[in-house]
């Protein structure tokens, strides 16, 4: 707290002390100075190279590890060829029964749904008929599986709709798989592709297709 003697000598000084005011530009030449003696981009010495941060830096590794991660998805996550047309097959399955159009030639026939399909295909497909072993032929129309024109010819089992795929190929692995809650198998035979999908159960569709195969086989009868 100020006493009265310093209140007394502060207006001494304001009373009597010589006042002397500065030089003009002073002011600006004094920020010249000091902008002259501040150190203007001086020039850092170059950081010694750390090869180790090649292969641990963060950008690097993450990027590593993502295309590590995207070719071991890739792996397991692209289908294969029997995969990719199964998709196909059960896909077109649906439409059959969603479009009501289940064929385009409609007979218990071999002998009138084999001729239909005549100039509609580059090939003739085989038509039995599988009806002593339960399974009816109600006829057949055209498709596109895997990009190309194929036969799909339709039986029934006990209510259950089996649609037959059939095209050209050469001999090939068979395959069963479930696709959209269908079954389907498929194999090659006598240089033709099949493809059997159908709401039955994998086993009852097995045994269509084994049924099939074995007529086909047996050559019992000219298809």
């Not at 090939?172 to 592709?193: C, E």
């Amino acid at each position: 707290m100020p006493t009265p003697d310093d209140d007394a000598l502060g207006a001494l000084i304001r009373r009597e002390a010589t006042r002397h005011a500065p030089p003009a530009g002073l002011a600006e030449r004094i920020a010249a100075e000091v902008r002259s003696a501040a150190p203007s981009g001086a020039a850092t010495p170059p950081a010694r190279p750390r090869p180790w941060r090649r292969w641990f830096d963060p950008a690097l590794v993450f990027g590593a590890g993502a295309a590590t991660a995207w070719l071991v998805l890739a792996s397991v996550a692209l289908p294969g060829a029997a995969d990719r047309i199964g998709d196909e097959i059960a896909a077109s399955h649906v439409r059959s029964l969603m479009a009501a159009h289940l064929t385009d030639v409609n007979s218990t026939d071999r002998h009138t749904v084999k001729p239909w399909f005549a100039g509609k295909l580059a090939f003739s497909p085989p038509v039995y008929d599988l009806a002593a072993q339960g399974y009816a032929l109600t006829g057949g129309r055209l498709d596109v599986i895997g990009g190309q024109p194929v036969a799909a010819l339709v039986y029934r089992e006990r209510g259950h709709v089996i649609n037959l795929f059939v095209w050209p190929a050469p001999a090939g692995a068979a395959s069963a798989q479930t696709r959209q809650g269908f079954s389907l198998v498929g194999w090659t035979q006598a240089g033709m592709q099949f493809w059997a999908v159908s709401d039955a159960s994998p086993p009852d569709l097995q045994a269509f297709a084994q049924s099939l195969r074995t007529r086909i086989d047996s050559g019992a009868a000219t298809p």
